[in-house]
Structure formats: structure tokens, C-alpha cells
């Protein structure tokens, strides 16, 4: 399954307070990515809260932007991304 | 005894039960040959008496059409799909019964297959179960059955029970009251019940296969009992007792076999246990005496009425019997043919024309043309092309003209297929040269219509209309309707793709009532037809109407390649007026429907796919891009301009107009060989952003053009005219920066990424102030992601009302509630209205 990076503008800033009610959120989030097959891995959140870059497992970018809008998350771009890490290389030199 | 089965029986029990409350199922049980299919259907079936009928596959390799549905239904002379739904009203009518048995549907022939699959795509509205087993271990990657498995498979009606081995428990249990050891026997047989069993029988006796445990089992029987064991072994399934004692068995020696317990009687019917035993004993007998024992079958049956013709195909085959196969195989062939097996007819043409010598020329030649035409009905063109020739010669030998002609008209088709315009042109030409020998005739009329329509294919409205104008008199002028019909219907395309676009919408209208008045089939064609041509040339109101009717009409008639291409179409349609997520919802629709992954429905629809990922900026555009246009190589250029003008546009957005011109050149040169506007216009068009086009061409179509030459506001207003956001977007963003504002604010709505980078880079640049930073915080869109008016159709929907009721309730015309509807079904993957409100319920 392709990884995708999202790019997301949260013009108020992103909040998702830490309570029962932000974990319920969050868990709806899941659960309607999951119809798409679509799997939330992680995300990265600018320090002013503007901006966050979320990786996701999904079948095809369609199939994440249906995910977004359903859950009313917005969408800037999409890119197909693979891992490069740098102690993989050193790992096979030595 | 029947052991770990009590599962499967709940599942079973649970469908019945829903089926009596009218929610019916097809269950679907797969399981290695042995494993006990057949056991755990009796032990289901037994209790409900009449409320159950069984039907069987045979185990031939050219079965009869439909030879389980004869189990229990007369079927008669009328065509398949009236046939499936008769069967399937029968059965779904109170005090009928509920549950149809078909067994071994891995050997079903085509017009089988399609009927299971008319009826697993209904059974959830009727009162009926309908069980059918296979043996899912010979279900491959290219088995006819497994495309048919998985377009059931998406249903909610459809069950799915696997048969599995037996556990090493099971094993102990049957081997309770004897002295062999359950583990080893477990590890022996794997588990599998028939085998298990076979041991068992044999007193635990040392095998290496389930065959050679069946085949030890006879070794000590006297030579006659052996001999009737033999000969019922013959027989597919299971052999008569009056045909067993007429091919000179003595009572005592078959009374002595059942006495064996190798076969049984099953009322007035001598069988094996399985049909494992029954191969097993069959494979067994040596080659100069089973030839004998078919012969001697062949010769019974030949004395019997009511001719099962694949039968005695099959049995003749069996026989080696060169004259036997030419007197019966034909006639198998054309029932096969005649049934839509095309496999099956394919497999006994190829029988008979393996003994050539045995028809007088004319014949020879013949089979060979019909083996063609099945050929083609199959997609396998190459094949097809090489019989075609070979009927051709033959016929051109003897001097049959006729023929001749209509050989080559099918060799056109399957050129056509190939991607080979030239040679089917050739074909179309050389078949008029031979007809207008002997003057005006229908021939003439369809020789000359096949080189019209080359032509429109081409988009050549001045060198094809000559052609159609003169079918058409001739037509006419001997009083032939049908033909008429078909030669008026490519005049109309002629003009609509590449004449006057008014007077062939208008032709084609007339058209398809026409092509209608001789069936659903006809009618279906002409929608084809109009919606994609109409969707060429951008009148999408007329080509969504004629694609949602093609699509319903031809999905009532299980038919599933044009429903297909129009969905593809209507993703075109969608993507060019800026619904992209209508169009993506059509396109995956089409791929996870179509069972074809080379053909014209799925690449269109993957090329319309690709088109919205470059415009949105999304990553995967260019790989399906270059696919579609791969894999339309060769074929003509409308199923390649759009995708390669979205290659261009792709190039374009990152700056690489070298890339652009390399993808256009091609093309932009056939485009000009062509007198399709939209050709001219959009590679055209693309050309010019590219620097290497200074004017457009003279036949351009006018948005286009105007871009071309700077004018701005005449683009704009037509694009709007048309119907076309994003294009009128571009135009808008050619021009002074107060009108590429407007498109920004279009490019943002739309989630056009890249042209709204671009555009506000370049007002930046132009120093212009006040450029709105991005697309607003989106709104919570509709939780099935609907537009919001496709929502309230929906509600409607779901509340049970008809499409007319719905227009009513909402003010709007019929055919707009049907054009919703249809996009409702593609964003849910479902072609049904019960399917739609079972997802939504859901």
C-alpha cells in the first residue's frame, strides 16, 4: 500500500484538547479512515499550529481525500512518499 | 455421518430463513473435490423435499448450454436473459420452492455462468436460496468461473461458505471402531473426506492417491462386474439402467456392482460415490477399449430421441472417431453459439475443423468462419483473424462470394480490435470491391456501411458521408428496414463527430428510436453510441442523458460491456465539467466492476482517473496517463487525445514544454488528419502553450481558438456556455490580472493545486495586491460524500420513493433524478437501488 504525505493549513490553528471528548474525535477520525482503508500513521504539527504534515497506509490519493472530507479535514496536497533513512546506508556499509 | 459440518449448516439455515421473509441469497460453497460439498447440500437439502431442486454441471469439456437449469426448468426457445428472468419469477412466487441447488459450477458453461450471475445480483429481493458448489482449488487466475466470483462477491446478497478438510478429531471418530491409526490416515488423505472414506472402505488398505485407493478397491471383482463399472464410468454423471442392460450388461453382473458398493443406484440410476471414483476408473481403462465403450454409448444414444448434441460430441470426441465428430460437433458448436457459450462452441468448431477432410469444402470453409465469430465474441482477436483468413481462401476456392464478404467483414472487426485501422479499412474496401460485382444487394448495403463507418472512427465526415449517402438510397431503394437502420445510425455518427454536430444529434435521436424498434440491444447500441459522441463534442446534457439510460438499460439486461463504458464516459463527462469526485467515483466504479483489465472501459476510465490527479496535483497522474495511451496504441485517436492532452498539461505545470511538444507532436499531426474540431482544438491548444503554435488551425473549436488568438472573453464565455469551470478558469487566467483573479478564486474551489500555485505566483510577480491566500477552511462536506443535492435525492431514495416521485417532490425534470441516481450508485459502488439503501443503512 502507496504512503502518502498530506499537507494541511489550519488557518484558526489546530486544537484537539486533551480530554475524553479529543480522544473521542480522534477515534472517529480512525474509524472513517477505516472505511476508506485508509491508515493514519502520524502526524507533525508546526509549532504555531498552522500547519501539519500527516503520514498515512492508503490505497490511493482519491480514497484519502474521500477520508478528509468526511472527517472535515482540509487538504493541500498529496505526495506519494518512501522512507529513506540514513542508518539503513550505514548499517549495510559497515 | 456428518462430522464439523454444524456451522455451515447455521449459515445455511439462516439464509432460508431470511430468504422465506424475502431477502433472499446466493451462497457460494468452494472446497477441494472430496472435501463434501455434495454431502453437507443433502444433508440440507433432504428435509425441504420439493421445496428444493438440484441441478448439476456435467463434467464435459464442452458441456450443453444451460445442462443444469434442464434439471428442473424447460427451457425452451426464447433468448437467455428472458429465460433467467422467467426462472427467477417462477421461483420467487409463493408456495414455490425456495431453495435451487446448482452443484459443480466450475464446470459451467458460459450461458450457466451468466445466469448464476443474473440471478446473484437480484436473489436479494426474491424469495430464493441458491447454493452453488465448486471446486475452489481449479478455480485459477483464468478460470471463466473466477470473474464471475468476484463481481458476486462484492454483494451483499452473496455468502460465502468454504468446505474444509477434516480435522484430525473427525478422522478418529470414523476410525473409532477400527484398528487403523487416525494421525497417519489423517496425514494420508490430508484430511479429505472422500478419501478418508475410500480408505475405510478398502479395510484400511495401503494407497498412494485417493485414485488408487478407488482403483484397489475393483481389483478383486470378477471381470463382468468390473466390466459394468466400466462402462457406467462412461457416462458424465450417471448412467440409466435401461441403457446400462441395453449395452448388453446381465442384470446379475450390475446387481453385483451395487453390491460392491463401488457405485449405487440412485432410483432408476446407477452412479459412482464421487466423481473422483468415476474419473479415476474412466482414466483407467485402456485407450483402444474406452474408445470402444464411447463408440457403443454414442451408438445408444444415437437410437434414444431428444439428442443432447454437446453429448454426443463429447462422446465422439472421446471415441477418436473422425466421422463421428463431423456429423456431431457442429451441431453442438451452433447450440453452443447459439446460447452465448461462446468457449464452449469455440472448443467444438476446433474439434470439427481438426478433421477437415471429413466436410466437403464449403463446409470446411464455413466452420471456420462461425469458429472466427466466436473468436471475436470472446476478444481474441489474433486467433480469430487466422480462421477468418483460412474461411476466406476456402471460400474464394469454391468461388462463394457471399461468403467471402461476410468473412471479411469480421476480419474488419477484429482488426479493429488489434488496433489495426489500416487493415480493417482494407478489409471494409476489398468486401465492396467483391459485392458490387453482383450489384445492389443487403451485402453491398453493410460493405459499403463497414466503410463509412472506418471512416467515422477515423472522424472523416467528407470521406465517409459519400459512402452512407449511397448505402442509404440503396438501402432504400430495396426496401431493406434493418439495414437502413444501421447505415442511417453510422450517418449520424459521421456527422456528429466530424460534421455538423446539430444535424447529427439530431439524426441520432431518430436513430436510436429506430435501432430500438428491433430490441433492447439495438437501443442500446445507438445510446452508446450518442452519449460517448455527444460526450466527444461536449453536449454533455444530451451524452449524460444517453449514458445514465445506456447504463440502466443495459444493466437490466445483464449487460455488462456497455454499462461499463458508460461509466466511463460519464467520468469523462464529469472530470471535463469539473466534478471530479463524480468522476473518480464512475472511474473506480468501472474498475472494480469489469472483468476485462486491457479493454476499452477500464483504460478510458483510468485515463480520466489520471486527467483529475494532474489537475489536482495529486500523486499517480502520469502513471495512468501513460497507460491509456499504451495501451490504445494503434486504435484510433479519440480514445488517445484526451489522456495525451492531459500528459501535456502535466508537463506544462512543472515548465517542461521539451516534454510537452515530445507528447503532442504524434498526435497533433493525426489530429490534423482528422475533421474533428475538439482534436484540432484541445491538442491544438496545448501545442500553443508549448510555444510551437503560433494560430490555430482553421477547423479548431471555437473556445480553443479564441484562447489562441488572445481573446480572452469570447473563450470564457463560451467555455461557460459549455460548461467547462477549469478551462474557462485557464482562459481566464491567460488574461489581464484582474481576470486571473476570478480564476484564482476557481482554481482554489476546485482544489486545483498546481494552476493555483501558478497563477499566484504570477500575480505576485505582476505585483498585484490582495491575492487571497487559499482556499477557505473546507465546510464539513456531506459524511457519504455527496453534493448536496445528490443528498437530498438520496434521503428521498432511502425513504422508498421512484425516481418519477422524487422529480415531483423536488421540482426537477426525471431524467435530472436519474442522472443523481446514477452518480449516487458510483460513489457507493453499487449498480442496484436496494444495494444503495442497504449501503446507506448500513
Not at chain 2, 460439498?37 to 456435467?58: M, N, S, W
Not at chain 2, 428442473?72 to 426457445?77: A, I, K, N, Q
Not at chain 2, 460526450?535 to 445506456?550: H, P, S, T
Request: hydrophobic residues 45%; glycine residues 8%.
Amino acid at each position: 500500500m502507496p504512503r502518502y504525505i498530506v499537507e494541511r493549513t489550519f488557518p484558526e490553528g489546530l486544537t484537539i484538547p486533551t480530554t475524553a471528548e479529543g480522544a473521542e474525535t480522534l477515534r472517529g477520525v480512525i474509524r472513517t479512515n477505516a472505511d476508506e482503508q485508509v491508515t493514519w500513521i502520524r502526524s507533525y504539527v508546526t509549532d504555531d499550529r498552522l500547519k501539519t504534515f500527516c503520514v498515512y497506509d492508503g490505497p490511493s490519493p482519491e480514497a484519502v481525500r474521500r477520508a478528509a472530507s468526511k472527517t472535515g479535514l482540509p487538504v493541500d496536497s498529496i505526495s506519494d512518499v518512501s522512507v529513506l533513512d540514513p542508518y539503513f546506508y550505514l548499517g549495510a556499509a559497515s | 455421518m456428518l462430522l464439523e459440518r454444524d456451522r455451515e449448516l447455521a449459515t445455511l439455515a439462516e439464509q432460508l430463513r431470511l430468504a422465506r421473509l424475502g431477502s433472499g441469497s446466493l451462497v457460494l460453497i468452494g472446497g477441494e473435490a472430496g472435501a463434501g460439498k455434495t454431502t453437507l447440500i443433502t444433508e440440507f437439502v433432504q428435509p425441504l423435499g420439493r421445496q428444493a431442486v438440484i441441478g448439476a454441471c456435467d463434467p464435459l469439456s464442452t458441456p450443453r448450454p444451460l445442462s443444469p437449469l434442464r434439471d428442473f426448468v424447460e427451457v425452451g426457445e426464447h433468448g437467455n436473459i428472458d429465460l433467467f428472468a422467467d426462472v427467477l419469477e417462477q421461483f420467487g412466487a409463493p408456495r414455490q420452492p425456495t431453495v435451487m441447488v446448482l452443484e459443480d459450477i466450475h464446470w459451467a458453461d458460459q450461458a450457466t455462468l451468466d445466469f448464476v450471475r443474473f440471478v446473484g445480483r437480484r436473489v436479494g429481493e426474491h424469495r430464493l436460496v441458491v447454493l452453488c458448489t465448486f471446486r475452489d482449488d481449479e478455480v485459477g487466475a483464468n478460470h471463466p468461473l473466477r470473474g464471475v466470483l468476484g463481481q458476486l462477491a462484492r454483494l451483499r446478497s452473496t455468502v460465502r461458505i468454504d468446505v474444509s478438510p477434516l480435522s484430525v478429531d473427525a478422522v478418529r471418530t470414523l476410525t473409532a471402531d477400527t484398528s487403523l491409526d487416525a494421525e497417519q490416515l489423517h496425514e494420508l488423505t490430508a484430511g479429505n473426506a472422500f478419501y478418508v472414506t475410500e480408505v475405510l472402505a478398502a479395510g484400511g488398505a495401503p494407497s498412494t492417491s485417493v485414485q488408487d485407493a478407488v482403483l484397489a478397491r475393483l481389483a478383486q471383482l470378477p471381470d463382468d462386474v468390473r466390466s459394468v463399472i466400466d462402462t457406467i464410468s462412461i457416462a458424465p454423471r450417471s448412467l440409466d439402467l435401461t441403457r446400462a442392460l441395453a449395452l448388453d450388461h446381465e442384470a446379475a453382473a450390475i446387481d453385483a456392482a451395487i453390491e460392491s458398493a463401488v457405485v449405487l443406484a440412485d432410483g432408476e440410476h446407477l452412479r459412482f460415490r464421487h466423481e473422483i471414483a468415476r474419473s479415476a476408473v474412466h482414466d483407467a481403462i485402456l485407450p483402444a477399449r474406452r474408445h470402444l465403450l464411447h463408440r457403443a454409448m454414442l451408438d445408444l444414444l444415437l437410437a434414444e430421441e431428444q439428442p443432447d448434441h454437446a453429448r454426443l460430441a463429447h462422446h465422439s470426441i472421446e471415441a477418436s472417431a473422425p466421422e463421428l465428430i463431423a456429423t456431431h460437433a457442429p451441431t453442438a458448436a451452433r447450440e453452443a453459439a447459439g446460447r452465448g457459450s461462446a468457449r464452449e462452441a469455440v472448443a467444438l468448431f476446433r474439434a470439427a475443423v481438426g478433421h477437415e477432410d471429413q466436410f466437403p469444402p464449403d463446409e470446411a470453409a464455413r466452420l471456420r468462419l462461425e469458429l472466427g465469430i466466436e473468436l471475436v465474441k470472446l476478444d481474441r482477436p489474433t486467433e480469430a483473424l487466422a480462421e477468418l483468413e483460412s474461411a476466406r481462401e476456402g471460400f474464394e476456392a469454391i468461388g462463394h462470394v457471399p461468403d467471402q464478404i461476410d468473412s471479411l467483414r469480421q476480419a474488419g472487426r477484429a482488426h479493429e480490435m488489434l488496433g489495426r485501422p489500416g487493415d480493417a479499412m482494407d478489409c471494409a474496401r476489398e468486401a465492396v470491391r467483391l459485392a458490387e460485382r453482383d450489384g445492389p444487394s443487403a451485402r453491398l448495403v453493410l460493405a459499403l456501411n463497414s466503410v463509412a463507418a472506418q471512416f467515422m472512427l477515423a472522424r472523416r465526415a467528407s470521406d465517409g458521408l459519400p459512402f452512407s449517402e449511397r448505402a442509404a438510397a440503396m438501402a432504400g431503394d430495396l426496401g431493406l428496414e434493418r439495414e437502413r437502420f444501421a447505415v442511417e445510425h453510422t450517418r449520424a455518427c459521421l456527422e456528429l463527430v466530424g460534421g455538423d454536430t446539430d444535424a447529427g444529434l439530431a439524426l441520432l435521436d431518430t436513430s436510436v428510436d429506430d435501432l430500438g424498434s428491433t430490441g433492447p440491444a439495438g437501443r442500446v447500441t445507438g445510446l452508446i453510441n450518442l452519449g460517448t459522441g455527444a460526450g466527444e463534442v461536449r453536449r454533455y446534457d444530451v451524452a449524460i442523458d444517453a449514458l445514465v439510460e445506456c447504463e440502466a438499460t443495459s444493466l437490466a439486461h445483464d449487460n455488462d460491456a456497455p454499462a461499463a463504458y458508460s461509466r466511463a464516459w460519464l467520468a469523462r463527462v464529469a472530470f471535463e465539467q469539473a466534478r471530479w469526485d463524480d468522476a473518480v467515483a464512475y472511474a473506480s466504479l468501472v474498475d472494480a466492476t469489469t472483468t476485462n483489465r486491457r479493454g476499452y472501459s477500464l483504460l478510458t476510465a483510468l485515463g480520466v482517473l489520471g486527467r483529475v490527479r494532474v489537475r489536482r496535483g495529486d500523486p499517480g497522474g502520469v502513471g495512468l496517463l501513460e497507460e491509456t495511451i499504451a495501451g490504445f496504441d494503434g486504435h484510433e485517436l479519440q480514445y488517445r487525445w484526451s489522456p495525451v492532452a492531459g500528459l501535456a498539461e502535466h508537463h506544462w505545470l512543472r515548465g517542461d514544454l521539451d516534454a510537452m511538444v515530445n507528447v503532442l507532436a504524434g498526435p497533433y499531426d493525426e489530429a490534423l488528419a482528422t475533421e474533428s474540431e475538439w482534436a484540432h482544438g484541445e491538442l491544438g491548444y496545448w501545442m500553443w502553450k508549448a510555444g510551437e503554435l503560433d494560430a490555430p488551425s482553421a477547423r479548431a473549436a471555437p473556445p480553443f481558438a479564441a484562447q489562441m488568438v488572445g481573446d480572452t472573453d469570447r473563450a470564457v464565455r463560451l467555455w461557460e456556455r459549455i460548461g467547462c469551470p477549469y478551462e474557462a478558469a485557464l482562459a481566464r487566467s491567460e488574461g489581464a490580472p484582474a481576470t486571473a483573479l476570478d480564476a484564482l478564486a476557481t482554481f482554489d474551489a476546485l482544489g486545483a493545486a498546481p494552476m493555483a500555485a501558478r497563477v499566484r505566483s504570477a500575480l505576485r510577480s505582476a505585483g498585484v495586491e490582495g491575492i487571497p491566500r487559499g482556499p477557505s477552511s473546507t465546510t464539513r462536506a456531506h459524511p457519504l460524500g455527496l453534493t448536496g443535492r445528490q443528498a437530498e435525492v438520496l434521503d428521498l431514495l432511502v425513504d422508498g420513493l421512484s425516481n418519477a416521485e422524487i422529480a415531483t417532490r423536488l421540482f426537477v425534470s426525471k431524467k435530472t433524478v436519474e442522472h443523481h441516481v446514477s452518480a449516487i450508485y458510483a460513489k457507493f459502488g453499487v449498480e442496484t437501488r436496494a444495494q444503495a439503501i442497504a449501503a446507506v443503512l448500513a
